[in-house]
Every structure is written in structure tokens, then in C-alpha cells.
């Protein structure tokens, strides 16, 4: 297992970041804190909708459509033995796939037109192509420009209708929060349609057979998901888990597949529409965005990549597949890496190949799906957030390219909670860069774009799907601010009954709130409290008479910055002068790590310091921990219980201490809501926060 691709320094002796760590802020926002009207989403700085006309746009990319023209009859034969107009990568892209032909422009029409050719528009699937009030009609192929209008201007003024939707039934306390812009009632009307298996849907007719054979009836999470996904809604889902991640894929990848084929076939049937007619300039058939992806899949790993594919493949049924060959040698590893004994949200992550560096194009004719298709030839983009943004980047300005993110209609993002893990960054970097305005032609047939595309008005009808295990402040800035779709936008949050109910020890549990004015303020803020209020605690604790083992006092730090500066705090401080301490991170060297634990265990260091990317990356099994202290609750609620019930857990079991002798102890500030409600239990965080008689909570 590789966390930490290539070789990485820590970045405190460095003086320099890694472009993969991931560098939280040390301030967490408040839950809804993020104002989408703060937020300048488009080129020009402005998060207005763009309704001016586009003959300014027209006018810059001329130039480079009127050169590509010439070309385009004769690529159709050239391309059968190469890519054309080969782009040179950054210095840095430097990756298994060839980034040359992952850029390689191609014209999106060019199968399209040779199979119009071979039958006419009503060979075609017909099924729903001209029915207004299909989800895909109605959002993409035929808006009503009236209501366009009315929402755009809806969302302009940040002028969105709150409400809450029905609670996924099984628990009444979760809560699903609805969103729409201005006083559209689209949303509410769309999510009470029932859907109770795959005929419900609207799918094209190729994809019915197999989604039945695959789903029958629709459950409980799937009902509850699928008018919120078919209905192009922006969704995040804070639900993920290990035992559902297989059906939301699928119903992911089915809505990915459904969309291709659509807008494929509506463009197919235009195609032979003009070769019939007489004179095919007087038809206006908008039927296309600028670039041909129209799916982009956000994956941490290559083989999350592989399960996307499996479940594509096994949707659709092609009767050919090229270049798979090549992708089973790149993304696909089958051996087991990890013992059964490894948590199970570890092992899903981790097992297989967890290179998280990696993009991937796959293209669709009507019998073969195509592997490493060049970006401008692609129906669906699969990439991890920092395999995408190394393909975007490049030293030479005029060789940066995202126009293939231009006419991106729906986004995936799944195990977002992962990604958090890494460097944010590249996600919300990637983001920006979706729907902007393309720099060149790239082949395009401006007669049949689409007028909001022209009017730069594509990412409010983007649909925007986030999978993750859990909510954070990241992912609702995300909602707030990006996902700002004309059909309105879900967010699903679980009730949570408590991390730390679920440890299987009677121990107490001590939760101190410390006063913190603003999120920006709130690293020193907690910085303070810590060593202020328990640092000068810790000598305190009793060693042990008999000399075996230490204190045993593990201090666990979410934040690599946080760890850094109390790291660097034990080490000068004369308060800690007579506490041993050892230290492990996700930059800490093997042999370092060994040496820290056997420290630790032995009791040779009172404290050991342990940041949360080393636990997420490597799960280490401390041994000898008899008291924790967290200098911040882990944004996963599943740490709490293996550093308590585990870790701690563990020592009792074997006699190493009374239950008596260990405690937990837990600082949070008003700031942290999210996090202390995943641990306490939604029905005891409110009064947690805002408790004026105190600020010290014990449970047992």
C-alpha cells in the first residue's frame, strides 16, 4: 500500500508542500456558512449568469474553426492508424497514460456521421425522444427558455427556496434538506414521482433488459435516490457506506449511460435528418455542447476506476471492447494486500490497486466501447482529482487545456470523504475549471450547439452527484457555492446515534468546549486551550507502581498543522521538559514508526503524538494506550471508536489496565458541530454547542 505516491518529504524540513498532502485549514467553517453570492464561479470573476449574446464568442474561436475545417474530411481516414493534433504535456504529467493522446482533438461527429449514414433516423431508439416532460427533455434538450430565464435570474440573487423533503424511511431523524431556486416547485413535484424498479425511469430501450436483470425492485435507498439522480437534482449524499456503495455506483452508472445514449441518439437522428433534407440549412437542430464528454467521474483510485467500468460494462453488454487488454494490465490488480482483521472501509479503499494518480477516457460507438480514448473523443472522463489537475496544469500558458471540461453535463464524485483526506484542493481546482468557456474550436459545429451553452450558462444546468461516508465543511462550501443547478439541489444527512456508544467500554468520556470567535480564529483559539488546560494535566497522570508500561497518553490530531505545531511545542516548550514523547505522521518513515510504538508500548514515552492522515493511510495498531486525548474529534466517526474501543479497548482486554485508569478526553469548539454530532449522537449536539451553564460534558 502506497498512501503517499513517489517520494515525499515532511514538508516542515522541505519548506515546501507536497502537491498531494492534503493541507487542511487550520479553521473549519460553520455547517452553512459558505454564501453562494461570495463565491465568483466564472471567468470573468462574476457567479452571475451569463445572458449576453455570444457573437463575442463566435468571433474569438472563428479563427480556429474555419483552420480546422479542411482537415476534418480527411482526420476520418487518418485516424484509423493514429490521434491528430497531438498536444505536448506538462513536465510534469508524467504518468503510465500518454498524456499526448489523452489530449489528441478529434471532432465529436465524425462516428456519429458515418453511422447516420448507414440507416436513417428511424432505426433509432424512438422511445422517448420527443416526450417534453422526460427529465432529459426537459432539462437538456428543450428547456422552456421562459423559466430558464426566471431561474437564472433566481439564482443570480441567490434567491433559493429552503425546505425539508420526506426522510428516507427506517429512521426519522434523517434529514434531507431541498433546495430551489426562486419559487420553482420542480424539485418538490420531481422527487414524489414513485419509481420502483428500472421501467420507471425512462431509460432508453437498450438499457431497460439489463437493469431489471441487475435490479428487479428498487429498496428502500434506492427508491429513496433515484428521483433526486433521474431528475437531474444536484445531490449530496452523506450516507456512503461499504454495504451501499455497489448500489449507488450502479444507479450512478446507469444514470451516466442512460444520459450518453440520449443525447447520442438525438444527435444520430439529426445527423440523418439533415442528409434527408433538401435544404439543411433552413433546420436548427441544437443538439451538442462544445466538446463530446458530457460525464465526468471523480474516483480517489484506479480501482475504484475498475468497479465504475465493471458496473458500466455489465449496464450496457458491449459486444466489443478495445484496448481492455491494456486496462486490466494498468488498473487491475487481484491480489489481496490486506488480513480479514483490517476495518472494512480500509480494505475498500485500499485493496486492489490505490494509485490515486490516473485518468482514463472511454468512448461509445453503438457495439464497441473504446479504452484511453483521447479526452476530445470521449463520452465519460474517469480521473482522481490530482490525476486531472496534472493534465489541466502546465508551466506554459499556452499549453494549458480544459476545454475538454467545457460541456461536462453531469459530475460524479464518489468516496468524497476520501479525497478529503488527500489535498481538497484538487477537487475544488478541478471544479473551477468545469464548463468554462473553451479556448479553441476544437472541431465544433457552433449551428448545433445548444444556446446555453452559447450564452455561457452550462454549469447551472450541470447536475453535480457527491457520494461520501460523511459531511464536513469542505463538502458543504462545495454544495453552496458550485452546485447550483436550475433544477434544484438535495442534501441527505443521517441521524446519528454516537460514535461513542458503540466503543463496548464503560469509561468516561470528557468533552471540553472551549470559546472560539470565528473559524479563522479557531486554530489558535484551540492552540491555546490545549496547552493551557491539558497539556500541564498530563504530568499529573500516575505512572504505573509495578514500572511495566508508561502512562500510555495518546494525543490524536486530525491536522497535519496542528500536529506540526504541538509537535514542535512538546519539543521546545519547558511545560512538556518532563514528558518523553514520540511522534508518528503520514511523513514519518517506517523504521521512525516501529521505533515510536515500541517506545510507546514499553513506556519509554509518556505520549505519543499521531496524526489522523497516518491513521487513515495505515491503520496502525498501537498498543499500550491507556488515556486518549484528542486535540480535535476525526471528521470519521469510525476512528473514534478503533483509537477507544480499539486501541484502549485492546489494553484492558489484556490486563495491561482497569477500566478504571483509562479515560478519553475530547476538545471542541462551536465550530465543529459536524464532527461532534458524528460522536456524541445528533440528539445530544445541539445542547453541546450551546450550553451556557457549562462548558464540560462527561458521559460514562
Excluded at 238 to 245: H, I, L, P, Q
Amino acid at each position: 500500500m502506497a498512501p503517499i505516491r513517489g517520494k515525499v518529504e515532511d514538508p516542515e524540513e522541505e519548506g515546501s508542500g507536497d502537491v498531494e498532502r492534503h493541507e487542511e485549514s487550520p479553521s473549519e467553517l460553520e455547517e452553512d456558512a459558505a454564501d453562494p453570492s461570495d463565491e465568483s464561479l466564472g471567468e470573468d470573476g462574476g457567479s452571475s449568469p451569463n445572458v449576453r449574446p455570444y457573437n463575442a464568442l463566435l468571433q474569438s474561436l472563428q479563427q480556429s474553426a474555419e483552420s480546422d475545417e479542411p482537415q476534418r474530411k480527411k482526420r476520418k481516414v487518418k485516424e484509423r492508424n493514429g490521434y491528430p493534433h497531438q498536444r505536448t504535456p506538462s513536465p510534469e504529467a508524467t504518468s503510465v497514460e500518454n498524456l499526448d493522446q489523452a489530449l489528441a482533438s478529434e471532432t465529436d461527429d465524425e462516428d456519429e456521421t458515418l453511422e447516420a449514414s448507414r440507416f436513417g433516423a428511424e432505426d433509432l431508439d424512438d422511445d422517448d425522444e420527443d416526450d417534453k416532460h422526460e427529465s432529459f427533455e426537459r432539462h437538456f434538450a428543450n428547456p422552456d427558455e421562459t423559466l430558464l430565464k426566471e431561474l437564472l435570474q433566481s439564482i443570480t440573487q441567490n434567491d433559493w427556496k429552503m425546505s425539508q423533503a420526506p426522510a428516507r424511511a427506517g429512521r426519522k431523524g434523517n434529514v434531507t434538506t431541498l433546495s430551489a431556486p426562486g419559487a420553482s416547485d420542480e424539485a418538490s413535484t420531481a422527487i414524489k414521482r414513485p419509481s420502483t424498479s428500472p421501467k420507471d425511469l425512462g431509460l432508453k430501450q437498450r438499457l431497460i433488459e439489463t437493469s431489471i436483470k441487475l435490479i428487479p425492485q428498487f429498496d428502500e435507498l434506492e427508491r429513496f435516490a433515484v428521483p433526486y439522480i433521474f431528475n437531474y437534482m444536484d445531490f449530496l449524499f452523506c450516507g456512503r457506506a461499504v454495504d451501499n456503495a455497489a448500489q449507488l455506483r450502479r444507479l450512478t452508472c446507469l444514470h451516466a449511460l442512460n444520459h450518453i445514449f440520449k443525447g447520442r441518439d438525438r444527435v444520430l437522428k439529426n445527423n440523418a435528418r439533415l442528409t434527408r433534407a433538401q435544404e439543411p440549412e433552413d433546420l436548427e437542430l441544437r443538439d451538442r455542447g462544445f466538446t463530446r464528454p458530457k460525464i465526468l467521474m471523480l474516483l480517489e483510485t484506479r480501482q475504484a476506476c475498475v468497479k465504475a467500468v465493471e458496473a458500466i460494462m455489465s449496464l450496457c453488454e458491449p459486444e466489443q471492447q478495445e484496448n481492455k487488454k491494456r486496462f486490466q494490465d494498468e488498473y487491475v490488480h487481484n491480489e489481496e494486500k490486506f488480513s480479514p482483521d483490517r476495518p472494512d472501509d480500509f480494505r475498500e479503499l485500499f485493496e486492489g490497486n490505490d494509485d490515486n494518480d490516473f485518468r482514463l477516457g472511454l468512448k461509445f460507438t453503438r457495439k464497441t466501447i473504446r479504452y484511453f480514448s483521447p479526452f476530445y473523443s470521449s463520452d465519460i472522463i474517469f480521473a482522481s482529482p490530482l490525476g486531472l489537475r496534472r493534465i489541466i496544469e502546465n508551466e506554459d500558458p499556452k499549453k494549458v487545456d480544459y476545454d475538454f471540461l467545457s460541456s461536462i453535463e453531469v459530475a460524479i464524485v464518489d468516496q468524497a470523504d476520501a479525497m478529503l483526506m488527500q489535498n481538497w484542493e484538487h477537487v475544488e481546482y478541478v471544479f473551477d475549471h468545469l464548463n468554462r468557456q473553451p479556448k479553441d474550436a476544437h472541431g465544433c459545429d457552433f449551428s448545433r450547439v445548444r444556446s446555453w451553452y452559447l450564452d455561457g450558462n452550462a454549469k447551472y444546468l450541470r447536475q453535480t452527484i457527491i457520494l461520501s461516508a460523511y459531511n464536513t465543511p469542505e463538502l458543504n462550501r462545495l454544495f453552496n457555492i458550485r452546485m447550483l443547478n436550475i433544477a434544484g439541489k438535495a442534501k441527505f444527512q443521517p441521524e446519528y446515534d454516537g460514535a461513542m456508544l458503540d466503543i463496548g467500554l464503560q469509561i468516561k468520556q470528557t468533552f471540553s468546549r472551549y470559546e472560539s470567535l470565528s473559524p479563522v480564529a479557531d486554530p489558535d483559539a484551540r492552540f491555546k486551550h490545549f496547552t493551557t488546560a491539558i497539556v500541564p494535566s498530563l504530568t499529573r497522570y500516575p505512572r504505573p507502581a509495578d514500572g511495566a508500561g508508561g502512562q500510555g497518553i495518546l494525543i490524536f490530531i486530525p491536522s497535519y498543522l496542528d500536529f506540526v505545531r504541538l509537535r514542535n511545542y512538546f519539543a521546545s516548550s519547558t511545560a512538556t521538559v518532563n514528558l518523553s514523547f514520540g511522534s508518528v505522521s503520514e511523513y514519518t518513515p517506517e523504521p521512525e514508526v516501529r521505533r515510536a510504538r515500541s517506545h510507546f508500548f514499553t513506556g519509554r514515552h509518556s505520549v505519543l503524538l499521531y496524526s489522523g492522515r497516518a491513521h487513515h493511510f495505515h491503520r496502525y495498531r498501537i498498543r499500550g494506550v491507556k488515556r486518549v486525548i484528542m486535540y480535535a474529534l476525526p471528521d470519521n466517526p469510525v476512528f473514534y471508536k478503533e483509537l477507544v474501543g480499539g486501541h484502549l479497548g485492546a489494553t484492558v482486554a489484556e490486563g495491561k489496565a482497569a477500566v478504571a485508569e483509562t479515560s478519553v478526553r475530547a476538545v471542541f469548539s462551536r465550530w465543529d458541530g459536524l464532527r461532534l454530532e458524528r460522536v456524541v449522537g445528533s440528539k445530544r449536539v445541539r445542547s453541546m454547542l450551546q450550553e451556557k451553564s457549562g462548558d464540560t460534558f462527561d458521559f460514562i
